[in-house]
């Protein structure tokens, strides 16, 4: 059994001062009423306050039972000399009992008090990992940038407020991979990936599908968009991904505007991925946009 002088805590130590009052109360209670056999009342009432607060308050009431069962039972309450041996035999047993049940109804009392520990760091647990599964369902595991799933939990977020819209992905993806494996074009979806986290600011930054991205710019800041896409194309130009090392040229396609309701965010995905298409026709390796006319030249020009 653990030291008492271990656990004493300001709640510990307030139990205990509850329970010398309330033991006091029990005693002076049976005392002014003459009860004749006072140490199964207290007995009892020491049970109920070690398995309710521990064997801290288990030792006190203890105490103050043993005090009063001497007093009780001996010659002119001299605590020390006693009429006949019966009151002797009595003040023993009830000494054995109380300790028996002190030890007993502690150590009942300190096991329930570690299996409530564990139950509550268990669910402790298993919300941080519900948590940690939650924030991983929602994180593409390649890429490291939000998934689908996250975009459905982000939606709401999104309206009512100027967004820029850009669907983009990698050109000749296929033949990246056919040419230099999947291993490399594992690598440039991965290079492209950091390279919007890094360069791309107040932007949501999805892997939608396959070598298909989703930015969700949270502003209308025409400038500052127009420049990241030109760093983003230069950067991606000079990437060295393998010996050889494919070209990574972009296409992207962009909608500015701002969705009112759901219906509205989805218009805006379809204006977007259809000026994805436009770029496609146009040759690829560039940017089309709509409700602000203006297109990127191909290679940052």
């Not at 035999?89 to 007993?104: E, G, P, R, W």
Request: with cysteine.
């Amino acid at each position: 059994m653990k030291s008492a002088a271990n656990r004493l805590d300001k709640t510990t130590v307030n139990r205990m001062c509850f329970t010398f009052l309330l033991m006091l109360a029990v005693i002076g209670t049976v005392h002014f009423l003459s009860v004749p056999n006072p140490e199964m009342i207290l007995l009892t009432v020491m049970v109920i306050i070690t398995s309710l607060f521990g064997t801290e308050c288990g030792i006190v009431s203890v105490a103050e039972l043993l005090l009063y069962i001497l007093f009780f039972y001996s010659a002119d309450h001299s605590f020390l000399h006693y009429n006949s041996a019966a009151d002797i035999v009595k003040v023993i047993v009830t000494a054995l009992c109380s300790f028996a049940c002190l030890l007993f109804f502690g150590k009942l009392r300190e096991n329930w008090d570690d299996s409530r520990r564990r139950i509550v760091n268990k669910n402790r647990n298993l919300q941080e990992y519900s948590q940690s599964l939650k924030k991983e369902s929602r994180i593409d595991e390649l890429t490291g940038l939000y998934n689908r799933v996250a975009l459905r939990d982000n939606y709401a977020s999104y309206i009512n407020r100027k967004l820029i819209v850009t669907f983009l992905d990698l050109d000749d993806f296929k033949k990246i991979n056919d040419t230099f494996g999947h291993k490399v074009g594992d690598l440039a979806l991965q290079e492209v990936s950091r390279t919007l986290k890094a360069l791309f600011k107040n932007t949501d930054c999805y892997r939608y599908g396959g070598d298909e991205f989703l930015l969700i710019r949270l502003d209308d800041n025409w400038t500052a968009y127009e420049m990241e896409v030109l760093h983003i194309r230069q950067h991606l130009l000079g990437a060295k991904l393998a010996n050889p090392s494919p070209t990574i040229h972009l296409s992207g396609g962009y909608i500015i505007g701002t969705p009112r309701n759901g219906g509205d965010l989805r218009s805006m995905f379809h204006e977007a991925d259809e000026m994805l298409y436009e770029s496609k026709r146009k040759g690829k390796n560039c940017f089309t946009g709509n409700a602000v006319l203006h297109q990127l030249k191909r290679n940052g020009a």
